[in-house]
């Protein structure tokens, strides 16, 4: 029996038991970083419609274009502020590894989310420079 794919979000879990069900619809984030988790995978997994829909829509893009040549192959949460199941506001400051054409690469960003209609949307990110 094959065995269950790892979450990309690096939680631990198999992507069924954890992103999954949110990419799916089934679920909605608890939390501000569970959402940049579950956004992170989805980036990782080219799911555009995912990412659409958290996206708040006063920053949202038309669509998301991916990179095929880049591949995201990890992610370290550096800080959290606010962002919990009952808060408004979050921010997640996070660390997203990546490849391109075989190099690696580190994408590190303070995103700012917001609880819209009950649901976190993410809303911008600040991208520092290493």
Known sequence: MPQPRTCPCASGSTYADCCGPLHRGAREAMTAEELMRSRYSAFALH?????????????????????????????????????????????????????IGGEPGVLHEVSRFRRQDGSWRYVRGRIIES
């Open 47 to 99: 799911e555009a419609t995912y990412l659409l829909r958290t996206w708040h829509p006063a920053t949202r893009p038309p669509t998301i274009d991916f990179d095929p040549g880049l591949s995201w192959v990890g992610l370290d949460i550096v800080a959290t502020e606010a962002g919990g199941p009952d808060d408004v506001n979050g921010v997640v400051e996070f660390r997203a590894h990546h490849r």
